[in-house]
């Protein structure tokens, strides 16, 4: 009925001097229609969906008395809400214009030249938009300050998108993330429906109506293979396994524990233990302890991803030694006694940076500066006994750690990207 009005009103106008009897004016409409997460098929029971693509109906199925809106573009603007990769986004774009302009279809045919799909991916501005609009988000100013970098980065086509999905994950544990997954990010999984009519005088001037008759909605389009993920991402956990290479060298065998903590803070413990004897050439090797430490990780490759960077810190340490290679020798602490009493004591100041290699590995280079204090015996070691030479106690101000570090990085979303680490 629409096609045949069309046509009678075109060979109206063929005939009679256009100045006289045709005004156009364009009238442009514009709907925005929801989506299941993960889904391209048609949903009329999510939120308006009846109403609006009834409206949409009714303008493509009726003319009016006086005039005929003739169908002149259609514009499928498909968003995303930031969770997901961009291609599987586009991807899941495409087929939801797809679905829209076969819908549209029932009312006549449309041609390519008239239909247009346009990706915008992740909608950070519409993001943005709804967090401005709600004074119940949480960490609210500093969430807003991540999505406002967000969206200015998203307008001036910079590629660092990623990045920010990682920021808001990681911002005050996650939790402003897991209340916009909740309350935000169903109403960006939209698209954005917009149609352009132009208005012409009717030549027939009878109303020709025709009985909005709600379509049906069309065949279920398979679902794609790799749905967006169900539920709101878990909160993510890093720490890290290292051995210090300069101690491994020297024949000391050791491992460290580093648990990244929030905000930028971490805090870790070391131990060591080297234990080698050779009596007949009087060739002792031997020391143990161990060191705890609380970091402060600094700019932007730390901001991206934990433990990665720019690091200061402050450090303590316990240990004892015994070495002897032939001449004098020097022992830690106490002879025979406990840990704590042959121990040498230290504490300073360390910056250090670590270098990603691969996904789940760094290189750290640490340097510590401070003090290193504790009484220790100089003996000369004859007829299989040492014989003590003098007691003396130490005082040391300068580097008392250093270290040059093999990282493996432990637990749910502890993986480098870019450069050195994943793609």
């Keep these: 009925m629409w096609r045949r009005n069309c046509c009678i009103m075109l060979l109206f106008m063929s005939v009679l001097p256009v100045s006289q009897h045709v005004q ?24 308006n969906n009846r109403a609006a693509l009834g409206r ?14 003739i169908l002149r573009k259609i514009l499928v603007e498909g968003g995303a809400s930031p969770e997901g990769s961009i291609p599987l986004n586009r991807k899941l774009s495409e087929k939801r214009a797809e679905t829209l302009f076969g819908y549209l279809s029932q009312y006549g045919e449309l041609p390519d030249s008239l239909t247009t799909f346009r990706f915008i991916g992740r909608d950070w501005a519409g993001l943005l938009r ?28 910079e590629r660092a998108e990623d990045n920010y999905v990682g920021k808001l994950a990681r911002l005050a544990g996650g939790k402003p993330y ?53 539920e709101p991402p878990r909160k993510p956990f890093y720490m890290a396994v290292k051995t210090n290479l300069l101690y491994d060298a020297a024949l000391i065998p050791n491992v460290g524990v580093e648990f990244y903590l929030k905000d930028g ?11 080698w004897k050779k009596d007949r050439i009087h060739w002792y090797w031997r020391t143990y302890g161990g060191d705890i430490y609380a970091r402060r990780w600094l700019g932007k490759a730390a ?16 240990l004892t030694y015994d070495f002897e290679t032939g001449g004098r020798g020097y022992l830690g602490g106490e002879p025979g006694g406990t840990l704590f009493d042959r121990a040498s004591f230290a504490g300073g100041v360390e910056y250090g940076y670590s270098l990603p290699i691969k996904p789940r590995l760094n290189l750290d280079f640490t340097i510590g500066i401070g003090y290193l204090g504790g009484k220790y015996y100089e003996y000369i070691p004859m007829d299989e006994c040492y014989v003590w030479q003098e007691t003396k106690m130490r005082h040391w101000f300068g580097p ?3 270290e040059v570090s093999l990282v493996w990085l432990l637990g749910r979303g502890n993986v480098n990207k870019g450069k050195g680490g994943g793609r």
Excluded: C
């Design 303 to 318: 901001e991206e991803k934990p433990l990665t960077g720019h690091h200061l810190g402050v450090y303590a340490q316990v």
């Design 130 to 157: 709804l967090a401005e609009a709600d004074p119940g988000l949480p960490y609210r100013e500093q969430t807003l300050d991540l999505l406002r970098q967000a969206a200015e980065s998203a307008r001036s086509g």
């Design 265 to 275: 803070w971490s805090v870790g413990a070391g131990w060591m233990y080297g234990w």
């Design 56 to 69: 949409i109906a009714d303008s493509l199925s009726t003319s009016y008395a006086d005039s005929v809106y």
């Design 178 to 230: 897991r209340y916009m997954y909740r309350q935000f990010f169903p109403e960006l999984r939209a698209s954005r429906l917009h149609l352009w009519y132009q208005k012409v005088w009717n030549p027939l001037k009878t109303p020709v109506p025709v009985p909005f008759v709600t379509p049906l909605p069309l065949a279920m389009p398979e679902r794609l293979e790799a749905p967006h993920t169900p």
């Design 400 to 402: 008392t750690k250093l």
């Design 24 to 47: 156009a004016q364009e009238v442009r409409d514009s709907v925005r229609i929801y989506f299941r997460q993960g889904r391209s098929e048609l949903d009329m029971s999510v939120r």
